[in-house]
């Protein structure tokens, strides 16, 4: 059976500059991957596809190139369109993707002129792939096992849903990487690559992806800054992939993700406890689900985050968490790196909480 799958990328992840351990298969997973920086050392663009590539920028690619489709001559295991901002103004030429399979194999891919990248290169396969149905129960493992725990059948690698990766994109010294290993995975029809597919923010482009080093607003007063004409929108672009309200926990894709290894599962909670879009805070209470997936009658799960409110301090606006966090020399953050102390969001931030971090 052939190794053909389509994807079109809509990521919304962290940056990451700490340091991670030495690429081994036991730590290929969300929470043992999550400090990890981009890889170095292979050749920019190694593994673009040939061909043009200059048509239906932002479009799902696997309308046409997956089996079936009008273009099943030229069935991509990943292709999208890279762009500056989540609103997709405009595109990032000469942009990198990189992404890591579960093998350590490095794919490398360029966007052209018009911010499009594509590749047919393998992705390796993950023996202890668990299913999950939209990223929660019902968990299904994909292998077997014996009493003891020894691998009997590996999960199948001819299905796209056992090719696990991470990716990354950059642009000049401006990187994101995806929030999570994840697999390729999804319908046969067309296939998709995580929820960051779905939950990019990327305007309505469904193939799209974004890297950007500007600023959100092209302008901000040098005083009287506003929550909601200039903050929110701030953190409604940088933060929103993650801190959320509610549950935001990466899937359960892989065996030591599983929910029987408890404080020691492999899952991360992505926001860290920190909702940032909202002002003072959020609870949230999420329907318990069976193992068939459905809700169970009247039982929740809670979740209680703190607000922009808790990150921000208005007599010394630089020291900030909300700042320190995310500026370029700061403290470490999953998240990473956003801006220096001279970026146009930095200095809004920045002025707003100086201001006294009014919810105006």
Same mark, same amino acid.
């Given at each position: ?150 691998? #009997? ?79 929110? =929108? ?6 929103? =992939? ?66 922009? #409110? ?51």
């Amino acid at each position: 059976m052939k190794k053909i799958t389509i994807i079109c990328i809509s990521l919304a992840a962290f940056v990451v500059v700490a340091l991670a351990a030495v690429y081994n298969e036991s730590n290929f997973s969300s929470r043992g991957r999550m400090y990890q920086p981009a890889p170095e050392g292979h050749l920019i663009g190694q593994d673009n596809g040939s061909g043009g590539g200059l048509h239906h920028p932002g479009e799902d690619c696997g309308t046409c190139h997956r089996v079936g489709g009008r273009a099943e001559s030229h069935l991509f295991t990943m292709a999208g369109t890279l762009y500056e901002d989540r609103s997709a103004r405009s595109v990032v030429k000469q942009g990198e993707v990189i992404m890591e399979d579960w093998d350590g194999n490095i794919i490398s891919m360029t966007s052209n002129e018009v911010g499009n990248f594509w590749t047919y290169s393998p992705v390796a396969s993950d023996p202890y792939t668990v299913s999950n149905y939209h990223g929660h129960e019902p968990f299904v493992p994909m292998y077997v096992e014996d009493e003891e725990g020894n691998l #009997l059948e590996p999960a199948d690698p001819d299905s796209s849903n056992t090719w696990h990766y991470k990716t990354w994109i950059r642009n000049g010294n401006a990187y994101r990487p995806m929030a999570s290993i994840a697999g390729v995975g999804g319908s046969s029809a067309r296939n998709r690559m995580s929820c960051n597919m779905h939950h990019g923010g990327v305007a309505h482009r469904a193939g799209g992806l974004w890297v950007g080093k500007g600023s959100t607003l092209t302008s901000y007063p040098a005083s009287g800054l506003s929550y909601q004409k200039h903050a929110y =929108p701030i953190l409604r672009s940088k933060c929103s =992939p993650c801190h959320i309200p509610g549950k935001a926990k990466t899937s359960v894709n892989t065996k030591t993700a599983l929910p029987e290894f408890g404080v020691d599962s492999t899952c991360i909670d992505y926001s860290g406890g920190l909702d940032l879009m909202t002002y003072e805070g959020s609870t949230v209470k999420v329907p318990k689900l069976g193992d068939d997936g459905k809700p169970i009658p009247n039982e929740f799960d809670t979740y209680s985050k703190i607000g922009v #409110l808790g990150v921000v301090n208005t007599n010394a606006s630089e020291q900030s968490a909300l700042l320190l966090k995310t500026v370029s020399g700061g403290t470490q953050h999953a998240g990473g790196v956003f801006w220096n102390d001279s970026s146009l969001d930095y200095i809004a931030l920045r002025q707003w909480i100086a201001e006294g971090a009014l919810e105006n």
